[in-house]
């Protein structure tokens, strides 16, 4: 795939909440979109409990496993926000008072408002880096290849915006869709085939129905503009030869949700 | 906790275009809150891209770790449905036609229109169990603790309808929530001695913002309904001390979204 030399990532998503159904996550399709635009290729998410172990578990297998590793969610005052300790625990170091963290709070609150519980909020491993947070004071971090954001989505995105322009990146993914009123199982065959002759091209085939018809969005995804708008072109080709007409992919209808 | 001993699952969500950010999951969410009714503990979700070995090692792996193992995504008749064939070579056994299957489907679609690429769909591991698809006639399959549904939301609940009672429960998870406008950093320290009380309640709070001002919601969970009627009841009066007013959590603005 022409993604080959694109760093990899991993989204680890931090909570309870979203696990038990509560809260519907937003930031991995946030964090897909951003990363596609700068060429990082998201290869995994995955999603698990507030538990030290298991954090810091699967912080270490991602971060052994992907260039990059992102979590969302567990940097707040409660209890049961363990993020920032799990971490240090995954590498191995202390948690640490972090002077630049207490300034960003000091900033914020009056000093009677800084309580030991927001305090903890600037506590963070031993060698991390702040990422700073506009929104609520509170910054996330980074330690080596991972990065610790905040699982309020509204925040998430504004770390991300002081993070991502320091992240090496690579081609952008550039992304085209067409879509037709013809069902899967009629363009399946024909699809594979134009597929086959786009190797390094990736296409997806996405179902919807609109106003009681079945359609299909195709969707492209290359580095290279021109051989995607050739896979592009191909895939008008044959919805014509199939008897339909290419539809632009600009109407949220033609998402199954 | 007092879910140690009910079943515990893992999702897997396969498709590129949730990595993406094209399209936001929907599976998580719905699984998640019928599992908690049945009294199965959801503890871990994984997004993983349409790509055979990637699926087939995950599989494997999560379905070692956990009682049962559910996907969503993969199964339709285009080329990037490598699901069925994936889960296939994660258990070593061969991809065969089932005649259940091609029942469904000759039931669906008039002869002329039981294309190949269709019958693909009736392509299911050897020993595998259908599971149904009232929405559109291609089944799900169940093999071992493995089972396998579709990524379309509504497919996806249709098939758990068919799914979940033929599965073991444990004891429902139980879930209530009281909110304050009390910023978390407020009610941080009396919640935590409200947590360590209740150590067979697990108690989480989510900060949100309404009208401008800062909330939280603290939602706690137990299969014990006495004792999360006492630990709610603690909340209440710990929301009181510190001079608000207990909110019920029935308006979704009590969520960060």
């Known amino acids: 795939m022409s993604e080959a030399s694109s760093p990899t990532a991993c989204l680890i998503v931090i909570g309870d909440e979203v696990l038990s159904?509560?809260?519907?996550?937003?930031?991995?399709?946030?964090?897909?979109?951003r990363l596609a635009a700068q060429g990082i290729a998201l290869r995994e998410a995955r999603v698990i409990a507030d538990d030290p172990g298991v954090i810091a578990a699967t912080v270490n297998a991602c971060r052994a496993a992907h260039d990059l590793v992102f979590t969302s969610g567990g940097i707040g005052p409660t209890h049961d926000d363990v993020t920032a300790a799990a971490i240090a625990k995954a590498f191995g170091v202390a948690l640490i008072r972090d002077r630049r963290a207490v300034a960003c709070l000091a900033a914020r609150y009056a000093p009677e408002d800084l309580t030991p519980a927001r305090l903890k909020m600037a506590d963070i491993p031993d060698g991390a880096e702040p990422i700073a947070n506009p929104v609520s004071a509170a910054p996330g971090f980074s330690l080596g290849n991972v990065h610790v954001m905040a699982g309020v989505p509204r925040i998430f995105e504004a770390m991300l915006d002081d993070l991502l322009p320091r992240l090496p990146g690579g081609?952008?993914?550039?992304?085209?869709?067409?879509?037709?009123?013809?069902p899967e199982g009629a363009l399946a065959e024909p699809l594979g085939a134009v597929q086959a002759a786009f190797d390094d091209v990736r296409i997806g085939s996405y179902p919807f129905a609109r106003d009681g018809r079945l359609g299909a969005a195709l969707v492209a995804r290359a580095t290279d503009r021109a051989r995607l708008d050739d896979a592009v072109a191909a895939l008008g080709a044959m919805i014509e030869a199939l008897g339909a007409t290419p539809l632009p992919d600009t109407d949220p209808r033609t998402r199954f949700e």
């Open 21 to 33: 159904g509560r809260t519907r996550d937003a930031n991995l399709q946030t964090l897909g979109r």
């Open 171 to 182: 081609a952008p993914m550039l992304s085209r869709t067409v879509a037709a009123y013809l």
